[in-house]
C-alpha cells in the first residue's frame, strides 16, 4: 500500500474511532456520566478525543514507516588496483571497467620521456603520471 494511500487510511479510521468511542460513551452504559447534558456530551468528547488520540498515533506510525519505492537488490562493489611503470618515451593508459566500483588503488612511475594515465570507471579516480612519476601540479 502507498504512503498516501496509508494516510487516507488513518484519517478516515481516525474519524471513524472517534465516532464509534463518542456514540458509545453517549451510550452511557454504565452509567459514570454526569446528570447533565452538556457535561456529559463534554465527558464524551473529551474521552472519544484521547481514544482518537491514540489510535491516530499508533496509525501514524504505520502510515510514516512506509517505504516509498522498493529498495534495489545491492551491488556487489569490485575493488580495482593500477598498477604502471614506464620508461623511455611509451605511453601507458589504464581504464578500470569495475562498475559500481569500490576502493581504488593506483600506483603509477614514469621515467624519462614516458606517460601513464590511469582512469577508474566512474572518473572519480583520474590520474595521469608524466616523467617525473608526480601527478601534474604536484610540487617535485
Do not use: H, Y
Amino acid at each position: 500500500m502507498s504512503r498516501p494511500l496509508r494516510w487516507v487510511v488513518v484519517v478516515l479510521g481516525s474519524a471513524a474511532v472517534f465516532f464509534v468511542c463518542f456514540k458509545a460513551a453517549q451510550a452511557d452504559p454504565f452509567g459514570w456520566l454526569p446528570g447533565k447534558d452538556s457535561d456529559a456530551v463534554a465527558v464524551a468528547a473529551g474521552f472519544a478525543g484521547a481514544m482518537t488520540a491514540a489510535a491516530g498515533l499508533a496509525g501514524a506510525w504505520w502510515a510514516g514507516t512506509a517505504s516509498t519505492a522498493p529498495a534495489p537488490p545491492p551491488t556487489p562493489e569490485r575493488p580495482v588496483r593500477q598498477k604502471a611503470e614506464a620508461s623511455g618515451t611509451s605511453r601507458i593508459s589504464q581504464s578500470a571497467g569495475a562498475s559500481p566500483a569500490g576502493p581504488v588503488d593506483q600506483e603509477a612511475t614514469a621515467r624519462d620521456d614516458s606517460r601513464i594515465r590511469q582512469t577508474s570507471a566512474d572518473r572519480t579516480a583520474d590520474r595521469t603520471a608524466d616523467r617525473t612519476g608526480e601527478e601534474p601540479g604536484t610540487p617535485a
